[in-house]
Protein backbone atom coordinates (compact mmCIF):
# COMPACT_ATOMS: atom_id res chain seq x y z
CA UNK A 1 0.00 0.00 0.00
CA UNK A 2 1.50 3.19 -1.07
CA UNK A 3 1.95 6.53 1.63
CA UNK A 4 0.30 9.26 1.69
CA UNK A 5 2.78 12.64 1.86
CA UNK A 6 0.15 14.63 2.79
CA UNK A 7 0.60 16.78 -0.12
CA UNK A 8 -1.85 17.17 -3.06
CA UNK A 9 -0.83 16.75 -6.50
CA UNK A 10 -1.21 19.48 -9.32
CA UNK A 11 -3.74 17.87 -12.27
CA UNK A 12 -1.74 17.98 -15.32
CA UNK A 13 -1.74 21.07 -17.76
CA UNK A 14 -3.84 19.58 -20.18
CA UNK A 15 -6.09 19.43 -17.75
CA UNK A 16 -6.58 22.17 -16.15
CA UNK A 17 -6.85 24.24 -19.94
CA UNK A 18 -9.73 21.61 -20.25
CA UNK A 19 -11.55 22.98 -17.25
CA UNK A 20 -10.43 26.87 -17.84
CA UNK A 21 -12.04 26.16 -21.26
CA UNK A 22 -15.45 24.34 -20.13
CA UNK A 23 -15.97 27.18 -17.63
CA UNK A 24 -15.41 30.39 -20.29
CA UNK A 25 -17.37 28.24 -22.34
CA UNK A 26 -20.13 27.58 -19.58
CA UNK A 27 -20.04 31.71 -18.99
CA UNK A 28 -20.47 32.25 -22.63
CA UNK A 29 -23.71 30.20 -22.90
CA UNK A 30 -24.74 31.60 -19.30
CA UNK A 31 -23.90 35.16 -21.43
CA UNK A 32 -25.76 34.38 -24.28
CA UNK A 33 -29.02 32.94 -22.65
CA UNK A 34 -29.10 35.85 -20.23
CA UNK A 35 -29.21 38.07 -23.45
CA UNK A 36 -31.47 36.53 -25.22
CA UNK A 37 -33.71 36.40 -22.33
CA UNK A 38 -33.06 40.46 -21.99
CA UNK A 39 -33.64 41.69 -25.37
CA UNK A 40 -36.62 39.44 -26.12
CA UNK A 41 -38.77 41.87 -24.86
CA UNK A 42 -36.75 45.02 -25.61
CA UNK A 43 -38.38 47.75 -26.78
CA UNK A 44 -37.68 51.12 -28.64
CA UNK A 45 -36.29 53.79 -26.76
CA UNK A 46 -37.41 56.30 -29.39
CA UNK A 47 -40.69 57.79 -28.82
CA UNK A 48 -43.16 59.28 -31.36
CA UNK A 49 -44.36 62.45 -29.73
CA UNK A 50 -47.16 62.31 -27.17
CA UNK A 51 -47.14 63.10 -23.59
CA UNK A 52 -44.78 61.36 -20.92
CA UNK A 53 -48.40 60.00 -19.53
CA UNK A 54 -48.96 58.10 -23.50
CA UNK A 55 -45.96 56.81 -23.28
CA UNK A 56 -46.10 55.43 -19.34
CA UNK A 57 -49.27 53.86 -20.56
CA UNK A 58 -48.14 52.04 -23.71
CA UNK A 59 -44.98 50.87 -21.79
CA UNK A 60 -45.20 46.90 -21.49
CA UNK A 61 -45.82 45.57 -17.67
CA UNK A 62 -42.92 42.77 -16.99
CA UNK A 63 -42.31 40.33 -14.42
CA UNK A 64 -38.79 38.02 -14.51
CA UNK A 65 -38.62 35.49 -12.38
CA UNK A 66 -36.28 32.56 -12.01
CA UNK A 67 -37.29 29.09 -10.56
CA UNK A 68 -34.22 26.75 -9.52
CA UNK A 69 -35.04 23.50 -8.87
CA UNK A 70 -32.99 20.87 -6.07
CA UNK A 71 -32.42 17.55 -6.56
CA UNK A 72 -35.62 15.78 -5.92
CA UNK A 73 -37.39 18.67 -6.15
CA UNK A 74 -39.93 18.64 -9.09
CA UNK A 75 -43.03 21.51 -8.12
CA UNK A 76 -41.89 24.94 -7.57
CA UNK A 77 -44.52 28.09 -6.76
CA UNK A 78 -43.94 31.99 -7.51
CA UNK A 79 -46.19 34.86 -6.56
CA UNK A 80 -46.57 37.45 -9.30
CA UNK A 81 -48.22 40.60 -7.64
CA UNK A 82 -49.69 43.54 -9.73
CA UNK A 83 -50.83 41.83 -13.27
CA UNK A 84 -52.93 44.15 -15.18
CA UNK A 85 -56.32 43.66 -15.74
CA UNK A 86 -55.96 41.15 -18.70
CA UNK A 87 -59.00 42.01 -20.24
CA UNK A 88 -57.14 44.98 -21.41
CA UNK A 89 -54.03 43.67 -22.10
CA UNK A 90 -52.59 40.83 -24.20
CA UNK A 91 -49.45 38.55 -22.88
CA UNK A 92 -46.68 36.89 -23.87
CA UNK A 93 -44.69 34.07 -21.19
CA UNK A 94 -40.77 33.70 -22.23
CA UNK A 95 -39.40 30.53 -20.80
CA UNK A 96 -35.40 30.06 -21.08
CA UNK A 97 -34.28 26.54 -19.63
CA UNK A 98 -31.72 23.67 -19.92
CA UNK A 99 -32.47 22.00 -22.95
CA UNK A 100 -32.49 18.54 -21.55
CA UNK A 101 -34.92 19.43 -18.85
CA UNK A 102 -38.85 18.73 -19.75
CA UNK A 103 -40.68 21.40 -17.88
CA UNK A 104 -45.00 22.10 -17.73
CA UNK A 105 -46.25 25.39 -16.37
CA UNK A 106 -49.09 27.26 -15.58
CA UNK A 107 -50.87 30.08 -13.63
CA UNK A 108 -53.32 30.43 -11.09
CA UNK A 109 -55.28 33.22 -11.43
CA UNK A 110 -56.53 35.02 -8.29
CA UNK A 111 -60.52 34.05 -9.34
CA UNK A 112 -59.11 30.48 -8.88
CA UNK A 113 -58.59 29.77 -12.98
CA UNK A 114 -56.11 27.80 -14.22
CA UNK A 115 -54.41 29.02 -17.64
CA UNK A 116 -51.91 26.25 -19.52
CA UNK A 117 -48.64 27.96 -20.58
CA UNK A 118 -46.56 25.45 -21.83
CA UNK A 119 -45.52 21.87 -21.67
CA UNK A 120 -42.43 20.47 -23.50
CA UNK A 121 -42.64 16.60 -22.82
CA UNK A 122 -42.52 16.35 -26.70
CA UNK A 123 -40.34 20.16 -27.84
CA UNK A 124 -43.62 22.20 -29.16
CA UNK A 125 -42.99 24.39 -32.57
CA UNK A 126 -42.97 27.59 -30.44
CA UNK A 127 -39.58 26.42 -29.09
CA UNK A 128 -36.27 27.19 -30.19
CA UNK A 129 -32.87 25.71 -29.17
CA UNK A 130 -30.37 28.61 -28.53
CA UNK A 131 -26.59 27.34 -27.19
CA UNK A 132 -27.76 24.63 -24.53
CA UNK A 133 -30.75 26.07 -23.55
CA UNK A 134 -34.73 26.06 -25.08
CA UNK A 135 -36.28 29.51 -25.17
CA UNK A 136 -40.18 29.24 -25.01
CA UNK A 137 -42.91 31.43 -26.48
CA UNK A 138 -46.37 31.26 -25.38
CA UNK A 139 -48.26 34.51 -26.46
CA UNK A 140 -52.17 35.38 -25.30
CA UNK A 141 -54.76 36.93 -26.41
CA UNK A 142 -57.06 39.57 -23.90
CA UNK A 143 -58.80 37.09 -21.57
CA UNK A 144 -62.25 38.66 -20.99
CA UNK A 145 -63.41 36.90 -17.95
CA UNK A 146 -59.38 36.93 -15.97
CA UNK A 147 -58.90 39.70 -13.50
CA UNK A 148 -55.77 40.94 -12.79
CA UNK A 149 -54.03 41.44 -9.32
CA UNK A 150 -52.50 38.37 -7.58
CA UNK A 151 -51.26 35.12 -9.91
CA UNK A 152 -49.61 31.91 -8.88
CA UNK A 153 -47.16 30.49 -11.70
CA UNK A 154 -46.53 27.08 -11.07
CA UNK A 155 -43.63 25.21 -12.53
CA UNK A 156 -42.83 21.23 -12.56
CA UNK A 157 -40.20 19.08 -14.27
CA UNK A 158 -39.90 15.85 -15.11
CA UNK A 159 -37.05 13.84 -12.83
CA UNK A 160 -34.98 13.29 -15.80
CA UNK A 161 -31.96 15.64 -14.36
CA UNK A 162 -31.15 15.98 -11.17
CA UNK A 163 -31.36 20.03 -11.01
CA UNK A 164 -32.56 22.66 -13.37
CA UNK A 165 -32.76 26.43 -13.30
CA UNK A 166 -35.90 27.99 -15.41
CA UNK A 167 -35.87 31.81 -16.21
CA UNK A 168 -39.71 33.04 -16.90
CA UNK A 169 -41.04 36.58 -18.04
CA UNK A 170 -44.10 37.55 -18.53
CA UNK A 171 -44.85 40.72 -20.34
CA UNK A 172 -48.21 42.22 -20.31
CA UNK A 173 -48.95 45.24 -23.08
CA UNK A 174 -51.92 47.29 -23.32
CA UNK A 175 -54.64 46.89 -26.61
CA UNK A 176 -56.03 50.49 -25.72
Not at 7 to 26: G, I, K, N, V, Y
Not at 128 to 156: D, H, K
Request: aromatic share 6%; net charge positive; with cysteine.
Amino acid sequence: MARSTGQHRLPPARDARSRFTFMASALVCLGLSLSVLAGCFSTSAGTSGGSVAQTRSTRPTRFNRTVSFRPGQITRSVEVSGVPAPPSHTFTVLFLFPRRARIAAWVRTSSGSTLHLIDTTAIPADCRSVAQSLRCLARFPALEAQPGGRWTLVVTRQPTISAATVHISLRFTSIG
